[in-house]
């Protein structure tokens, strides 16, 4: 079955410099990669999601980029805010996300004012 | 569109009780997830449903764990008899190719 590492597990940054998350995927079938943010106490959420025809993809502050022969993917966020503080999950599913998405074991994001 | 709805969002309960967490998914998605959520296990997932049938259980920890979904708009996740260890938060999600997540039910188990 798929296997997604993600790392760092933690990473603080100072308010206003930009982070980066990277995971990694085993099956090559995977082609659909969605990003989530949990705020402590609440429901994971969807933050940006890139299916396997593309690169890159990017919102606002939040980008994405997948290197599918690599079967690495991260996600980006420039001038970080305290409220981007969280913990991030990455997720493939070889399914196009419509059956098992597998979530990675997720990086607590700490923006310092 | 309200969302996914769990209920209830808070349960306490005594070791050797049974539990019923229940959830409604979005109209029209026809994938239905029950995770589970532990600071030392992270983010697990105990089963899945696909158009209603179970796909995917692999994750269900034990016996004690039974979920089914009668129709398209419900689901539940059983625990019988619940024990201390089983406390965490049980989240459902419904896709129609993007997750969606409920609020989640945190579960003490005393």
């Known amino acids: 079955g798929e296997n997604v590492e993600q790392h760092p597990s933690t990473l603080s940054v100072q308010e206003g410099d930009s982070a980066v998350i990277k995971c990694t995927y085993s099956?090559?079938?995977?082609?659909?990669f969605p990003w989530y943010k949990q705020e402590l106490g609440k429901r994971p959420q969807l933050i940006i999601d890139?299916?396997?025809?593309?690169g890159e993809k990017k919102d606002q502050r939040i980008a994405v980029t997948l290197n599918k022969t690599a079967k690495h993917f991260s996600l980006h966020i420039t001038e970080t805010q305290p409220e981007d503080s969280a913990v991030y999950f990455c997720?493939?599913?070889?399914?196009?996300?419509?059956?098992?998405?597998?979530f990675g074991t997720g990086t607590k994001l700490q923006v310092i004012p | 569109d309200a969302g996914v709805i769990q209920s209830p969002r808070h349960e306490v309960t005594e070791m050797g009780q049974e539990v019923t967490l229940r959830c409604k998914p979005i109209?029209?998605?026809?994938?239905l997830f029950w995770y589970r959520q532990t600071m030392m296990r992270g983010l697990e997932l105990l089963i899945y449903f696909n158009n209603n049938v179970p796909i995917d259980d692999s994750g269900m920890p034990e016996d004690r764990f039974s979920a089914k979904m009668p129709n398209a708009s419900f689901s539940t996740l059983k625990i019988q008899p619940s024990e201390p260890r089983d406390s965490a938060v049980y989240f459902c999600a419904s896709s129609l190719g993007t997750q969606y997540f409920g609020p989640g039910t945190r579960l003490l188990v005393l």
């Open positions: 997720a493939a599913s070889s399914s196009g996300g419509y059956q098992k998405v597998t």
């Open positions: 890139i299916r396997s025809n593309v």
């Open positions: 109209s029209g998605h026809n994938s």
């Open positions: 099956d090559s079938a995977s082609n659909y």
